[in-house]
């Protein structure tokens, strides 16, 4: 739900201390809004019982449990994530047939094609070099076994994801441009990219179709998301209290006016991608 450096020292960094953090803090919540997509996610990339599945990205470990869950005690869902906050807490719910690795997708050693399947639930858009990071991942499947992630699309297609950073604009200093291609929540925005990413890393049958998951939330809680996870919380942190309590302020009554009896309606606007390796 945040975008994070692209150079693969200051990922880790980020991942390991403030944006690690911020997700700990905040698991229950990130997993309750996201299950319409872990659902979506597992029924597609689902092998079969006793399959091995690898969860790339896997964060906290609600998708590769769900996944485990699915395999049985004689299958194997993997979840890799270079968040070691998170990797600690994923490691603690461990089930039957789930496991957990410290490490960076992009480049971890897979131990030979083994898996019959890869999934990710928002956990590939952030690699430094996008067409090395999904070689890799291919290395790591049996031929012919399927990829299946959700990623972002637009900006526009996901409004309560800008709408908070427009409310607070006026207190804070100017934002640097953003670059679209840089990796980020929005680097696959545009499937021709993510088509052509896959298709130069070696991957076949690629199929990217929309996924509108409704994710209604409560308003205070997406108050305090937009404020500890998004591209507001690195500003926040350099901010006075004064500044802080108006961005608070700012971005409350913005996101009141989307409510519906202290709910938004939130549509999560996403591709789902698949191809074959």
């Known amino acids: 739900m945040t975008d994070v450096p692209s150079a693969p020292t200051d990922q880790a960094a ?3 201390k403030t944006g690690g953090q911020a997700w700990v803090d905040l698991q229950d919540m990130m997993d309750d809004l996201n299950r319409p997509i872990e659902e979506a996610l597992v029924d597609r990339a689902f092998p079969g019982v006793g399959k091995q599945v690898l969860d790339i990205g896997c964060g906290a470990g609600a998708t590769t449990l769900a ?8 299958g194997l869902s993997l979840g890799v994530d270079i968040s ?7 490691s603690g719910q461990a089930a039957p047939g789930a496991r957990f690795v410290q490490a960076d997708a992009q480049t971890y050693d897979f131990d030979g094609a083994r898996f019959d399947a890869a999934m990710s639930r928002f956990g590939v858009m952030f690699f430094s070099d996008f ?14 076994a399927e990829l299946v992630f959700a990623c972002w699309r637009s900006a526009a297609d996901n409004p309560m994801a800008i709408i908070p950073g427009r409310a607070a604009a006026p207190y804070l200093p100017p ?5 679209p291609l840089a990796p980020g929540r929005f680097a696959f925005a545009d499937p021709e990219r993510v088509r052509g990413i896959l298709s130069r890393s070696g991957w076949n ?17 997406l108050v305090t998301l937009s404020l500890r996870m998004g591209p507001l919380a690195a500003a926040l942190r350099e901010a006075d209290e004064t500044t802080r309590g108006k ?14 009896d202290g709910v938004v309606p939130m549509v999560a606007g996403c591709w789902l991608v698949t191809a074959r390796a």
């Open 247 to 260: 961005v608070r302020d700012a971005v409350t009554t913005a996101l009141e006016a989307e409510a519906v």
């Open 67 to 74: 996944m485990a869950r699915r395999l049985g005690a004689e």
């Open 205 to 221: 049958d690629i199929d990217i179709t929309r996924l509108d998951a409704p994710t209604p939330i409560a308003l205070a809680d």
């Open 84 to 90: 070691a906050p998170l990797i600690e807490i994923a």
């Open 175 to 179: 934002s640097p441009p953003t670059d």
């Open 131 to 144: 067409d090395a990071a999904f070689a890799n991942i291919r290395s790591g499947l049996k031929p012919g």
């Open 14 to 16: 980020y991942w390991n």
